[in-house]
Every structure is written in structure tokens, then in C-alpha cells.
């Protein structure tokens, strides 16, 4: 189990860097989104992807050396990879609290102290995936562990509920590969309202399941498209998108970056989602092609 758990794990981080990527990339002229997702005449690698993939690849090595999430090594993991490549669009806040972390000072006041009470932006959210389909089996396992990887950066509740909402998704979508998309969709808002703690991202989740018949571009007036950068902002909607779109992972990006906001952290939880569904096959070619190679080092 232990080698199809990390499989899952990949392949839910193979569908979150392809969506980060093309979601950076289509970013600019989001509007015209459907035009410009035609990649063919890239060459190979040469899509860059941004801290969301950063983070998680952090996430998915510290699951594969150690098969859990300890703080001070996720810590110490992120800190690492950001030494070595700090330009990926991290926000100011988190350049702050990882390159005190390089300089050896301990994560947790960084972290509570951030905001004068912990950050509450989508950055824990954007590079959870891998824990959802890691810990598959047992989704308490699962919200434990997203918690311990969101609080390294994000200590506020609502930064932590939003990891929790989207590892929980994930879960959900790799447990019932073989289910219609219908009852995955059901189920995964089952799963994600119970389990995400009170408070405005589950508030708004809630809102986001009522919303089955919306357009995106409605969808995303009511729930936020990430333009503030909050987990509320962010994780609603992504949910919404995903869970709308579990069959077509080229439609669910696209109509995910088509409402703009903050495009590569969206298309990013989003990819992850339908590819812990629907595996690695789902990803368009041309897009996993010219996405640049996963740089697994820590
Ligand atoms: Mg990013």
C-alpha cells in the first residue's frame, strides 16, 4: 500500500503543478483564457510553475522519507527549497517566515506571530493535495496531517480550515476513483463540511454546495476568486469548480482561470482535485509536456 499511496500522492501533484503552471501562464489576459490554452508550439519544460508546486513537492518529500508531516521538517523542507529558488512568486509574508526558518530560527512564533495572529491565506490550501490522497484511508489522519503541514506558515484557524477543506476533498476524489462523478461530487461535500472546523471558509463552503447551477463567473461573484488571497476567498470556490468539472480537467482549469483571481493557486487546488480522481491520464498531454520537469530535491 505504502507504494500506491505515494502513486497517489504523485499523481495528485502532477495535476496540481500542471494546473499552477498553465494558471500562471494564462494568468495575464485570464478573459481570453479558451484562445490561449494551446501550448503545442511550446517546447517541452519550458512552462514554469510557481510556490504553490514548490510547497507541495516540500509536502510530498517529507511523506515519502518519513510517511508522516512533522512540523519541524516540513519547516526546515520548505525553508530548503526556497533557499535554493526563492523566485516562485512567494507572497511577502512567507519570504519573511522561511528565509528566518533558513537563518535557523524556530517556525512556530514566526508563524503565530504573522499577521499579529497567523496568516489566513490561501497558501496552505494551494499546496496541500498530496496529504489527501497520502493518508486516503483514513480521512482523520488526513485532517490532522493537513493541519500540522498549515500551520508551518499559516497559523490563523481559517488558514488551517482551508487546507483541511481541500486535503479532505482529495481524499475523497482518490478513494472513489471508480465512482460516477455525481457521487463523488456528493460526497466530497458530505466529507468537507463535516470535517472542516467552523468559521467563514466552512461558512462559505456551505454556500458554494447551493450554488450546483451556477455559472462559474456567478459562482465566483458570490464566493471569491482568490483576488484577496484569503483561504475564504480561495477554497470555496475551488471546491465549487472542481467538484463541478470531476470528469474534464482541461474544462475544469480553464473555467477555473477563466474568472481570474489569483489564477495558478486556483487552477492549482482545482488540477488536484480532478486528478486525484481521475489520475494522471486526465492531465492534456501537451500540458504535462511543457510544464517544466518536478524538481524533487529537498
Ligand atoms: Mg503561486
Redesign the pocket.
Known sequence: MQRNKLTFARETLQGLSVG?AIG?ALNYRYEEVRERADFSLFRDGTVRY????EMALAIFKVLELTQSIDEDSLALAFASRFRRDPD???GRMARRILREISQGEPWEPLSRNAFGGGSFGNGAA?RVAPIGSYFVEDLERVVEMAERSARVTHYHAEGIAGAIAVAVAVAVATELRDQTPRLVSTKIWDEVLVRTPSGEVRDRIGVARGLETAGAADAARRLGNGSQISAPDTVPFCLWSACRCLEDYREAILSTIEVGG?C??NA?IVGAIVAAYRGEEAIPADWLRVREPLDFRL
Not at 510557481?50 to 508546486?53: A, E, K, P, S, V
Open positions: 499552477d500562471e510557481t510556490d504553490d508546486t516562485r512568486g512567494y494551494m489569483d495558478d493557486t492549482a
